[in-house]
T-cell receptor, first 112, second 113 residues
Framework: EPEVTQTPSHQVTQMGQEVILRCVPI?????FYWYRQILGQKVEFLVS????????KSEIFDDQFSVERPDGSNFTLKIRSTKLEDSAMYFC??????????FGNGTRLTVT | DQQVKQNSPSLSVQEGRISILNCDYT??????FLWYKKYPAEGPTFLIS?????DKNEDGRFTVFLNKSAKHLSLHIVPSQPGDSAVYFC????????????FGDGTTLTVKP
């Protein structure tokens, strides 16, 4: 069964550094998402992406965050200047029209 | 503003018995509800969904019930199996847009052999 893959599984970075989290969505999916889960808290929507542009974003997704689909397969989340409170599990997800989300296994981001 | 709430952080049941996981929501605009299951070190996996035009949806051992007037839904697992032990998230969305979902806090289900 096709799956969403995320790399790396764990990323450690220092406060103020830039990080890029990578995702390869399922190949025939058209809608792409990033969610995050701070330890012990709920899974939160960050951003949705369709037709090469952001379709919706949450208030969490401020100017420090950006997303890109640089080629036909990858979907990336960039955090320009990381803060301690950005430490979380970041989940990439994709879906076809009217289908549920298919999540990757996440990248654990630790900001020190 | 917690629009989707799962008031039980954990639930423990005996193998073979019924597991009932509950979820409440406050936003009356929600019209599509989903349950996801999550194992440690993995992402959430879709389990079952229900549209607001229905009050019940069944898929094998899993049944979701929706009570719109009470803004309440529940997931029933019968019979429960040890492999069902996981965190279960209720999620809600509107315009049947399953992409931007609002998740509950999750309920950790433990099924004892």
């Amino acid at each position: 069964e096709p799956e969403v893959t995320q790399t790396p599984s764990h990323q450690v970075t220092q406060m103020g550094q830039e990080v890029i989290l990578r995702c390869v969505p399922i190949s025939n999916h058209l809608y792409f998402y990033w969610y995050r889960q701070i330890l012990g808290q709920k899974v939160e929507f960050l951003v949705s992406f369709y037709n090469n542009e952001i379709s919706e974003k949450s208030e969490i997704f401020d100017d420090q965050f950006s997303v890109e689909r640089p080629d036909g397969s990858n979907f990336t989340l960039k955090i320009r200047s990381t803060k301690l409170e950005d430490s979380a599990m970041y989940f990439c997800a994709s879906r076809q029209f009217s289908s549920p989300l298919h999540f990757g296994n996440g990248t654990r981001l630790t900001v020190t | 503003d917690q629009q989707v709430k799962q008031n039980s952080p954990s639930l423990s049941v005996q193998e073979g018995r019924i597991s009932i996981l509950n979820c409440d929501y406050t936003n009356s605009m929600f019209d599509y509800f989903l349950w996801y299951k999550k194992y440690p070190a993995e992402g959430p996996t879709f389990l079952i969904s229900i549209s607001s035009i229905k009050d019940k949806n069944e898929d094998g051992r899993f049944t979701v019930f929706l009570n719109k007037s009470a803004k309440h839904l529940s997931l029933h697992i019968v019979p429960s199996q040890p492999g069902d032990s996981a965190v279960y998230f209720c999620a809600a969305t509107y315009n049947t847009n399953a992409g931007k979902s609002t998740f509950g806090d999750g309920t950790t289900l433990t099924v004892k052999p």
